[in-house]
């Protein structure tokens, strides 16, 4: 990967998605050295012009578009497109740093929170995977105090926003919450009849949904077996046991959550605060709490509620807030690109 | 307390607040054996005349109200009023049941969850002390899976609905869904002006607030505070861990509490299932995903996700939701006082 005169060749695969278009914008606020940029996306939206810093671009059709003379390709485009078309970039020279979930569990495959696991990304043969958004937000917050006590134990409850589901998902988030609002008495009383459901099985317009992704073993979801087969891998922690619930809410942007961790040894909450502090991508609230509002549109993952847990173990809970599409993606993505140019 | 020729002589103290609304509308359906009712709130809304089943009633002067003759009063009018006036009902002969935290921690008071501890009810000496909302759900679903295995932890993480602070609340939840709908660009990029917070210290609508109630000992809020001492009393668990925290959602109705519960010895789902569909006002959703919409006007509590703990400690992870207005609140008033009518 040798940089061209003003940069790499990047493209974004996926470029017209809610993730997609949050990459083009953190790529050119961040600067990062782009010599050439390609939007890619599904034939639907294959033709369309997108202004960019990089001038006027045309999407391109993933399915009939040349990998070649790409150095780095940002994938959002859904774990299927990335199945099928990840590896004709990589083989064709690119590295693809890919934001699905098809290649996290590959264990040749190096799976990259920036600023907790950077060394992994060096061992890439071509593609480099970005957790899911909720495990990441989780570790911002809890692998800087897995570095310093060893973590055993992490029991992990969630409040994803709906764009974590995409531009749809947070349509039918914004009509539901109108029908809804026309139901007053149905909210309060019950008696409500079931509004549009397209994303999710039931409604999300002022409710919760305990049950993010498709049902998988034991009673959890793929969601639920994400934050623990990828917390092990990124921690590089086999035998951590991860106790997850995740809950969508009626947010736009900004996924929360609430985590009680066990450590080795105890670990008290000034130490918790000073480790977490000293964690590049991570602000500390000490005093005052951050919700997903407060997370939406800036890069940092807020921390805040750190207390010691009630049993005598010695834990710590805490309460990690993103910006999913931002560090819980796109960021991260680009990220890893950053660590990788800097070498 | 014997009976009028209809029935009892019933006051709601806090008639105008939405606990005291709901009372009255759950005696008037469940047929409470009412012979005379009597409704009282503060000065402001004294003088009002509210229609009933009991014709119609002008709500009294808690101040100046003489509380002799009451056989039940039922009091929703916060913590402060509680200290001040169920002392005289209960110096009049009454027996209060006191929804408030006013007397909850007091050993000598019982703290009562109708289906759960109902035999704690008949110690009383005047005043019966109602659980705060969220503990009363996730005892509804954890409490016979103590019966059955004895519980030794319960890490329990709750999202609870705007009702559970009052009326104004939900007006402020209300309001803010508006405002925010104007400024929707705000929910996925930032850059949002506080809007205006009354009830609450930061933004609800379109958000949800890792903070519940007011900061106590610990780093924990009085109401995490709460979920671990009346769980502690109610289930007679005096040594019991609970690793509590209190979010607020973006929900009119309904409180929603992720547990994940360990055992003196393992339980399998199967098992959890079946002690639980065996207590009364419980409904088990075990292939359908139970939501604060769904309880919302219902008297059940209801469990979904009923699965395995994935460490080996044969625990179990539930999903609750109930109904804060009902059982959360005025149902388990009145269940109580049924207790104590049936004798």
């Known amino acids: 990967m040798k940089p061209g005169k003003d940069g790499y060749n990047v493209a974004i695969v996926g470029a017209t998605g809610a993730v997609g278009r949050t990459m083009l914008e953190i790529l050119t606020t961040r600067q990062f050295p782009v010599d050439r940029l390609r939007l890619l996306a599904s034939s639907r939206s294959a033709g369309t012009v997108v ?10 059709d993933l399915a009939t578009a040349d990998p ?18 990840a590896g004709s970039f990589a083989a064709a020279g690119a590295v693809v740093i ?3 979930s098809a290649f996290r569990s590959d264990p040749d495959i190096p799976l990259v929170v920036a ?12 593609i480099i995977a970005n957790p899911n958004c909720t495990t990441m937000v989780a570790l911002m917050g809890v692998a800087p105090l897995a570095r310093i006590a060893g973590l055993r134990r992490m029991v992990a409850t969630s409040y994803q926003s709906v764009s974590g ?18 139901n007053r ?3 309060v009383f019950g008696g409500w009849e079931e509004p549009d459901v397209k994303v999710y099985s039931r409604p999300i317009g002022w409710n919760v949904l305990p049950f993010a992704g498709e049902m998988a073993e034991d009673g959890h ?3 639920e077996w994400k934050l623990v087969n990828e917390s092990r891998k990124i921690l590089d922690l086999p035998a951590l046991v991860v106790e997850p619930t995740c809950v969508r809410v009626p947010v736009m942007v900004g996924h929360g959550i609430a985590a009680s961790c066990y450590f080795d040894r105890p670990v008290d909450r000034q130490e918790a605060i000073e480790a977490i502090k000293a964690s590049p991508g991570v602000q500390v609230w000490a005093d005052r709490v951050a ?35 931002r560090k819980g993606a796109a960021l991260n993505t680009i990220e890893i690109a950053e660590v990788l140019v800097a070498g």
């Not at 202004?51 to 391109?60: M, V």
């Not at 070649?68 to 078309?85: E, K, N, P, V, Y």
Request: glycine share 10%; no cysteine.
């Open 68 to 85: 070649s003379g790409t150095d780095i390709a940002l994938f959002s485009a859904g774990a299927d497109r990335s199945r099928a078309f």
């Open 51 to 60: 202004e960019t810093a990089w001038g006027d671009l045309t999407i391109e």
């Open 221 to 223: 979801t793929n969601e």
């Open 98 to 100: 890919d934001n699905s």
């Open 165 to 182: 589901s995409g531009m749809a998902a947070m349509d039918e988030l914004v009509d539901q919450v109108a029908w809804f609002q026309k």
């Open 185 to 187: 008495d149905a909210l």
């Open 291 to 325: 919700t997903p509002l407060d997370s939406a549109g800036i890069d940092d993952v807020l921390v805040s509620r750190i207390r010691p847990t009630l049993s005598e173990d010695g834990g710590i809970s805490l309460w990690a807030v993103g910006d999913n599409l």
């Open 115 to 126: 600023g907790v696991n950077d060394h992994a990304a060096f061992a890439h043969r071509g």
